[in-house]
């Protein structure tokens, strides 16, 4: 093997301080300007200046996938939706006039029962005025009566009342005074005088505890 001569050696030498300082460069120039990625390796770009092996460039990242973009099922037809609103809102809207209607229905009747309701009251107010009226003139007539067979003879009072319409001479017997009634009593029918005693004694019973059956009148 033949040695190497001093100027090749020189030679060698100067060529790698060339590399070297072209090396320094370019690291000084990634680091003032880095590309995307991881920064430069110095020694890493010295060897490749120098002749080594290349450094394998990094494997492409595959890229994404597109997002499937889910349509809902509401939004696919939207003509049906509104449809189904226009058809809805359809029925509430005759359901409400439905309300309305028998609101109104209800309402109109409540107004006639309270006017038939004020009207019956003040019928009601004016029967029973005329009632009172009634009574009080029946008792005014049952006094006059009362009044006049008292002041007949007992006798003449008996004739009368023996031909009388029982419940008159009833009412009348009854109003009068016991010490009045009980001489006209006494002179009148047997018969009478018997069927008078038994009516004002069940008069003053409920009607369901009156024995008013087979009284003779005569």
Do not use: W
Not at 88 to 94: C, P, V, Y
Not at 124 to 133: I, N, S
Request: charged share 20%; aromatic share 2%.
């Amino acid at each position: 093997m033949t040695a190497p001569r001093p100027f090749q050696i020189v030679i060698g030498a100067l060529a790698l301080a060339g590399v070297a300082k072209a090396a320094l460069l370019v690291g000084d120039i990634g680091a003032a300007h880095p590309p995307d990625g991881a920064r430069p390796n110095l020694f890493v770009g010295a060897a490749n200046a120098a002749g080594g092996a290349p450094e394998p460039e990094p494997a492409p990242q595959p890229a994404p996938e597109p997002v499937a973009q889910t349509i809902p099922q509401s939004c696919a037809a939207p003509e049906e939706v509104l449809s189904a609103i226009a058809t809805e809102r359809g029925l509430l809207d005759e359901q409400r006039a439905a309300l309305d209607a028998r609101a109104s229905e209800i309402a109109l009747a409540e107004e006639t029962l309270a006017i038939e309701m004020a009207r019956l009251s003040e019928l009601r107010g004016e029967l029973e005025g005329l009632m009172t009226k009634i009574d009080e003139a029946r008792e005014a007539d049952v006094a006059r009566l009362v009044a006049l067979y008292v002041n007949m003879k007992p006798r003449e009072a008996a004739t009368i009342m023996n031909d009388l319409d029982i419940e008159v001479a009833v009412t009348v017997l009854g109003a009068m005074p016991e010490r009045d009634a009980a001489p006209v009593l006494a002179a009148m029918n047997v018969v009478r005088a018997q069927a008078i005693s038994m009516i004002i004694l069940e008069r003053s019973k409920l009607p369901g505890d009156q024995r008013l059956n087979g009284i003779k009148l005569q």
